[in-house]
């Protein structure tokens, strides 16, 4: 089955960057996704189609694709940025989603 | 504005069974497919099962197929998931989540419903 590879945990004072990373087979093939989740809601689409912005998403969220990895970047990262961050996609081979591993962003 | 509202989990013995309900509404329900997503306590997202706009087609995670099966009432905007011989790692919250039409990420959430499976 397809396997989606994020980094556990990234760490991030507040007004800097965060990147992180979505790793597949092929992923610069499929169309990615990200997910924020905080304590105890819902997840929230933050990027769906490698780097479209949803209504109500700020412009500091973006993403991006290369031939084997998806980035989420966070640039001016707030305190209200801490959060779960899970990549999906659609495998077109099984006909099943597939959600990577999760990384857990902290803002020191 | 759209909402999906999941009820009918519990506290159930392993081997049991338990069906829950998501009840759609703020959008034409019949016009999307719908998926249950499950996350077991201090874990990752697992996708288990998505059923399409007018049931035609349905699709299981390996984890669950043969013991869950997705349904869905478009009259009563309703979608469904029979649990059968539960297991411990069944353990999670469980969401139902309604897939974007254009594009094959979920685009809305419940607020999801949590099933323990315990002797």
């Known amino acids: 089955s397809y396997v989606l590879t994020q980094p556990p945990s990234v760490s991030v004072a507040p007004g800097q960057t965060a990147r992180f990373t979505c790793g597949g087979n092929?992923?610069?093939?499929?169309?990615v996704h990200w997910f924020q989740q905080k304590p105890g809601q819902a997840p929230v689409v933050v990027v769906y189609?490698?780097?479209g912005r949803p209504a109500g998403i700020p412009e500091r969220i973006s993403g991006s694709k290369s031939v084997n990895t998806a980035t989420l970047t966070i640039t001016r990262v707030e305190a209200g940025d801490e959060a779960d961050y899970y990549c999906?996609?659609?495998?077109?081979?099984?006909?099943?989603?597939?959600f990577g591993t999760g990384t857990k962003v902290t803002v020191l | 504005q759209v909402q999906l509202v999941e009820s009918g989990g519990g506290l159930v013995k392993p081997g049991g069974s338990l069906r829950l309900s998501c009840v759609a509404s703020?959008?034409?329900?019949?016009?999307?497919?719908m998926n249950w997503i499950r996350q077991a306590p201090g874990k990752g997202l697992e996708w288990i099962s998505y059923i399409s706009s007018t049931g035609s087609r349905i699709q299981y995670a390996d984890s669950v197929k043969g013991r869950f099966t997705i349904s869905r009432d478009n009259a009563k905007n309703s979608l469904y998931l029979q649990l059968n011989s539960l297991r411990a790692e069944d353990t999670a919250v469980y969401y139902c989540a309604r897939r974007d039409m254009g594009y094959y990420y979920f685009d809305f959430w419940g607020q999801g419903t949590l099933v323990t499976v315990s002797s």
């Open positions: 703020g959008f034409t329900f019949n016009d999307f497919y």
């Open positions: 092929n992923i610069g093939s499929q169309s």
């Open positions: 189609d490698d780097s």
């Open positions: 999906q996609v659609w495998d077109s081979r099984s006909d099943h989603y597939v």
